[in-house]
């Protein structure tokens, strides 16, 4: 009697270890998205001085921006629109200045903000900086 | 005479200004497809940087690695961290001499054949590609697919999910080019 206890025991430990493994696995497959918007920028600066740190030296300053939730501000010199609906806000210069990209479905829940934001006003943008190319791309944005 | 020679001139002058060399794209899409029948693995990006020269007949293309999207945000994470190492080698790009004729006042679609070498995860191939080619005053458009290897960039995959991921990756490309005035 003694023993189908014990053996009880063992298979509820084994049962409720397993479960617990199980949504572990589970959540790590599954895990959220990084979500920027809810974190606090590692870097706030103008666009100015992003674009300044990457022209002196590319690779230092993609070695300190790179991933990093960055917040930039600047004028924004051009708008456009992708075939995807996410938005791209180019602060400083259009061809060589700072791309701040806000994803298709921030773009509709920022929209009265956005709304806004127009070529020659002053915008504000915290996102994920992932390099530079001709310009410096900040990408997952949204507007402050 | 003197007249002659002005209006020569100024044809020139104009002539040269009015036609556009470089094409220019910030936005075009690459996505690539690397699944098995284990395992959907297909990621994009629209964010890459394009130009075509069309006197010179050259092509670049570049991306930033980190800015390819995947389904999930584990697979995005091994990408980044542990087969490109994005944190060393944030960018891919091919640069290449486009080898078939163009002629780039018709607006008919060309295949064209384009020489170059990819360069990413710090490793260089030689290649050629093949792209299909819609020249036309104001806009260019090119759409390409081309097969890489993981192995060939030193890319090294665990064996435990080498099975998981295809033998040959697919990249698919879509540019719509504008030109580009500096």
Redesign the interface.
């Known amino acids: 009697m003694a023993k189908l206890k014990t053996f009880r025991i063992i298979l509820w430990i084994f049962l409720i270890g397993l479960v617990v493994g199980l949504s572990a696995v589970y959540y790590?497959?599954?895990?959220?998205?990084?979500n920027v918007s809810k974190e606090t920028a590692a870097f706030t600066l103008d666009a100015k001085q992003l674009i300044s740190d990457f022209k002196i030296d590319e690779a230092a300053a993609?070695?300190k921006y790179?991933?990093q939730a960055i917040m930039v501000k600047g004028e924004i010199k051009s708008v456009?629109t992708?075939?995807?609906h996410?938005m791209?806000f180019s602060l400083e210069d259009e061809m060589e200045g700072v791309?701040c990209?806000v994803d298709s479905a921030d773009v509709v829940s920022n929209s009265s903000k956005l709304s806004q934001l127009v070529k020659g006003s002053a915008g504000t943008f915290k996102g994920?900086c992932?390099?530079m190319?001709?310009?410096i791309?900040v990408?997952n944005c949204v507007p402050e | 005479m003197n007249k002659l020679i002005l209006l020569f001139a100024f044809v020139l002058t104009f002539g040269i200004a009015g036609a556009q060399s470089r094409f220019l794209t910030?936005?075009a899409?690459i996505n690539f497809n690397s699944s098995t029948p284990l395992e959907d693995i297909i990621a994009e990006s629209?964010?890459?940087?394009t130009f075509i020269d069309i006197e010179k007949n050259e092509i670049a293309f570049?991306?930033?690695t980190?800015?390819f999207k995947f389904r999930?945000?584990?697979m995005?994470e091994h990408f980044?961290e542990n087969y490109m190492e994005?944190?060393k080698f944030?960018?891919a790009k091919f640069t290449g001499k486009i080898v078939t004729p163009i002629d780039w006042k018709s607006e008919k679609m060309v295949v064209a054949e384009i020489k170059g070498q990819l360069t990413m995860h710090g490793a260089t191939k030689d290649m050629t590609i093949k792209a299909q080619i819609t020249p036309g005053k104001n806009k260019i458009i090119a759409t390409s697919e081309l097969k890489v290897t993981p192995e060939d960039f030193k890319i090294a995959i665990p064996s435990a999910v080498r099975d998981k991921i295809a033998k040959e990756v697919t990249i698919k490309i879509e540019a719509a080019y504008a030109p580009y005035q500096q």
Do not use: C, H
Request: charged share 30%; net charge positive; no cysteine.
């Open positions: 790590v497959f599954n895990k959220p998205r990084r993609t070695k790179l991933d456009r992708l075939d995807n996410s791209v791309s990209t994920r992932s390099g190319l001709m310009d791309q990408i | 910030k936005d899409k629209n964010q890459a940087t570049s991306v930033l980190t800015s999930r945000a584990l995005e980044n994005s944190a944030p960018k």
